[in-house]
């Protein structure tokens, strides 16, 4: 329960933290204004939250996307990031942030995860419950294609429709093997 509450915690009470002290350090001081309490301006590439033991419980700034999720592998090649990370323990709770010219939302607990994304091809979102099983994907692309998916507890795709650019929409139910049970068209 307590590390299940730890990145909801931590996000609020940052945010808090961050929203309470932006209009007095980060925001630029009016014109000619100087004495006590009033900074100009903060710059670092990172803000760092640690707990009472010193453990890091959020990031602010500059990161690595793939380690603060804990990517292994061929998976964990570096992918410079910019914006928030909660961590749950070693792992990333919540990762918000600009790659390239990508913007990420990923949200992930135990038993499961969310992400959605924007890229300059398109949008999408994927939900995974059990955490490495896809269970239903949505993506767009600016070229017209389009879609969802939805998969059962195995990761098989169940069902599926698609909006290719050129004509009509298809669509597919299949059973447990991955065997067609009905298309259209």
């Known amino acids: 329960m307590a590390r299940k ?3 909801i915690w931590a996000t609020a009470f940052l945010a808090g933290i ?6 007095r350090v980060v925001a630029p001081a009016p014109a000619g204004a100087q004495g006590p309490g009033i900074a100009g301006q903060v710059k670092a590439t ?3 939250l640690v707990d009472a033991k010193g453990e890091t419980v959020a990031v602010l700034g500059a990161f690595d996307w793939q380690a603060a999720r804990g990517a292994q592998g061929a998976e964990a090649r570096p992918r410079p990031a910019v914006g928030l990370v909660v961590y749950d323990g070693p792992r ?3 990762q918000l942030g600009r790659m390239a010219s990508a913007a990420s939302l990923d949200l992930r607990a135990p038993d499961g995860r969310t992400a959605l994304g924007v890229s300059a091809d398109g949008a999408g979102m994927g ?4 955490e490495q ?3 239903f994907g949505l993506g767009m ?3 017209g294609n389009g879609g969802f998916v939805i998969n059962d507890l195995k990761g098989r795709e169940r069902m599926g429709v698609g909006m290719p650019p050129d004509h009509g929409v298809s669509m597919s ?7 067609a049970v009905w298309n259209a068209p």
């Open 5 to 7: 509450g730890l990145g």
């Open 18 to 23: 961050l929203g309470a002290a932006s209009w």
């Open 46 to 48: 990172q803000f760092v």
């Open 92 to 94: 990333a709770a919540v």
């Open 127 to 130: 939900l995974w419950a059990p």
């Open 133 to 135: 099983t896809l269970r």
């Open 141 to 143: 692309q600016g070229k």
């Open 173 to 179: 139910l299949k059973d447990e093997e991955g065997n």
